[in-house]
């Protein structure tokens, strides 16, 4: 199988995450990996990768439009993002990714993490003063000193077993001639 991963990094913590990821993936298979930075790679994997920095509760703005044109690949969704991994905001910035690509795609995985908020959006909040949620409140000014250490060794290492475990169970299913149907319907609301 060949597999691409392919992300966006603000402050270097989803590269972290992608690359932790591609070494993770083994010999049996022919991986690349892609930051958006450097352009829009052609979209040649069997398994496509995707990963991005949180931004208003979903993909940042490159690799939301880049999504758009992922068709009729097996999909992996994984984000980082500088809030608590097991929140509602968590659920749903990663639920906002997979809603990108599901419709097009077979969802294969998907995974987040915490990560770091970059030092420039940092500042931005300080300008605002210490009132309201993105702010330089002294709880968000402890998180943040906090969470810039993410991800950890072991976010990344789990994110890279979630995957490797995917794309095996997904490759098993095609030499089988199984079908494998997306595990992440995301219901919208009605």
Same mark, same amino acid.
């Given at each position: 199988?060949?597999?691409? &991963?392919?992300?966006?990094?603000?402050?270097?913590?989803?590269?972290?995450?992608?690359?932790?990821?591609?070494?993770?993936?083994?010999?049996?298979?022919?991986?690349?990996?892609?930051?958006?930075?450097? /352009?829009?790679?052609?979209?040649?994997?069997?398994?496509?990768?995707?990963?991005?920095?949180?931004?208003?509760? /979903?993909?940042?703005?490159?690799?939301?439009?880049?999504?758009?044109?992922?068709?009729?690949?097996?999909?992996?969704?994984?984000?980082?993002?500088?809030?608590?991994?097991?929140?509602?905001?968590?659920?749903?910035?990663?639920?906002?990714?997979?809603?990108?690509?599901?419709?097009?795609?077979?969802?294969?995985?998907?995974?987040?993490?915490?990560?770091? &908020?970059?030092?420039?959006?940092?500042?931005?909040?300080?300008?605002?003063?210490?009132?309201?949620?993105?702010?330089?409140?002294?709880?968000?000014?402890?998180?943040?000193?906090?969470?810039?250490?993410?991800?950890?060794?072991?976010?990344?290492?789990?994110?890279?077993?979630?995957?490797?475990?995917?794309?095996?169970?997904?490759?098993?299913?095609?030499?089988?001639?199984?079908?494998?149907?997306?595990?992440?319907?995301?219901?919208?609301?009605?």
């Amino acid at each position: 199988m060949k597999i691409q &991963i392919i992300y966006s990094s603000l402050s270097g913590k989803t590269e972290r995450l992608a690359k932790t990821i591609f070494n993770g993936m083994g010999k049996e298979h022919t991986c690349t990996i892609h930051n958006l930075k450097d /352009g829009e790679p052609s979209l040649a994997g069997d398994i496509i990768l995707l990963g991005y920095w949180v931004d208003k509760a /979903g993909p940042e703005q490159k690799m939301k439009q880049f999504m758009s044109k992922v068709k009729g690949k097996a999909v992996g969704v994984f984000c980082t993002l500088g809030f608590y991994a097991d929140s509602t905001h968590a659920h749903e910035s990663i639920s906002n990714g997979v809603k990108e690509v599901q419709d097009n795609n077979t969802i294969i995985g998907s995974y987040v993490c915490n990560g770091a &908020i970059s030092e420039k959006i940092i500042e931005m909040f300080r300008k605002r003063g210490t009132e309201g949620t993105h702010s330089a409140s002294k709880e968000n000014e402890i998180r943040w000193s906090i969470m810039a250490s993410h991800p950890t060794d072991a976010e990344c290492t789990l994110g890279a077993e979630r995957f490797r475990e995917r794309v095996e169970i997904y490759s098993r299913f095609k030499k089988e001639g199984l079908t494998f149907k997306s595990i992440l319907p995301v219901k919208e609301e009605k």
